[in-house]
């Protein structure tokens, strides 16, 4: 039986590979943070159409991925950047999802 952790805020979240895994090996996650385990900072970029700028992220990868160590999100990006990064993908996925009232 497995337990996921609660966190009070940004700065306690944790994951580790016997979570992301806790299910089944290779899925995608696993084998995003397999590729990318120890490889420099990326930088990406999303240009919001509502307020005509790019916003910018950095995303920091881990040193480490084995079964016991935590990674910890605050390391991956910071919470404005991880707050901001999931609601632009969350539009996206609305907007192809939700038909606007004159498309009716």
């Known amino acids: 039986m497995y337990h996921f952790p609660f966190f009070n805020c940004w700065e306690e979240v944790w994951i580790n590979k016997s979570i992301i895994n806790w299910h089944k090996e290779n899925q995608f996650i696993d084998k995003f943070i397999k590729k990318y385990v120890g490889k420099p900072t990326v930088k990406y970029r999303f240009w919001e159409e509502e307020k005509k700028k790019m916003t910018y992220l950095s995303i920091n990868f881990p040193e480490l991925y ?14 404005k950047e991880g707050v901001k990064f999931s609601f632009i993908l969350m539009r996206q996925v609305i907007n192809t999802q939700v038909e606007s009232e004159n498309e009716q």
Do not use: A
């Open 66 to 79: 084995e079964n016991d160590n935590r990674i910890f999100l605050k390391d991956i990006l910071s919470e």
